[in-house]
């Protein structure tokens, strides 16, 4: 949604994790919903140094966002290697980091979140 973006809320309710994201000075909402959410960081970002340099894909592709997939370089790598996390998960893990202009999530999921832009209140 753009450079400007604050985590306004994060609400977990068993694996289920939803954020909201602000983005000024547009002032648009953006809600980023996960399921099967197996782990989740908040940091600010100047404590999340391994993403500094992380291999990422932006979401939704060609767009200016502040959802990122992480391919390489992250947390997931820094607790299981490929071989053991297909030991402990059915299927893939996948890595996402939620940047915003003061704090970051990052979500070890089994599936992509789904993202909507949330409509203006007046």
């Given at each position: 949604?753009?450079?400007?973006?604050?985590?306004?809320?994060?609400?977990?309710?068993?694996?289920?994790?939803?954020?909201?994201?602000?983005?000024?000075?547009?002032?648009?909402?953006?809600?980023?919903?996960f399921?099967?959410?197996?782990?989740?960081?908040?940091?600010?970002?100047?404590?999340?140094?391994?993403?500094?340099?992380?291999n990422?894909?932006?979401?939704?592709?060609?767009?200016?966002?502040?959802?990122?997939?992480?391919?390489?370089?992250?947390w997931?790598?820094?607790?299981?290697?490929?071989?053991?996390?297909?030991?402990?998960?059915?299927?893939?893990?996948?890595?996402?980091?939620?940047?915003?202009a003061?704090?970051?999530?990052?979500?070890?999921?089994?599936?992509?979140?789904?993202i909507?832009?949330?409509?203006s209140?007046?």
């Amino acid at each position: 949604p753009g450079e400007n973006a604050l985590l306004e809320s994060l609400f977990m309710l068993r694996s289920e994790l939803t954020i909201l994201l602000k983005v000024y000075p547009v002032g648009s909402t953006w809600r980023i919903h996960f399921g099967s959410v197996i782990g989740v960081k908040f940091l600010d970002e100047r404590d999340m140094p391994e993403y500094w340099h992380a291999n990422v894909e932006v979401m939704p592709p060609g767009n200016r966002c502040a959802v990122s997939r992480i391919l390489q370089g992250g947390w997931s790598e820094q607790l299981w290697n490929e071989s053991s996390r297909g030991e402990l998960f059915y299927g893939e893990v996948f890595e996402i980091l939620v940047g915003g202009a003061d704090y970051c999530a990052v979500v070890l999921a089994q599936a992509m979140p789904e993202i909507s832009e949330l409509p203006s209140s007046i």
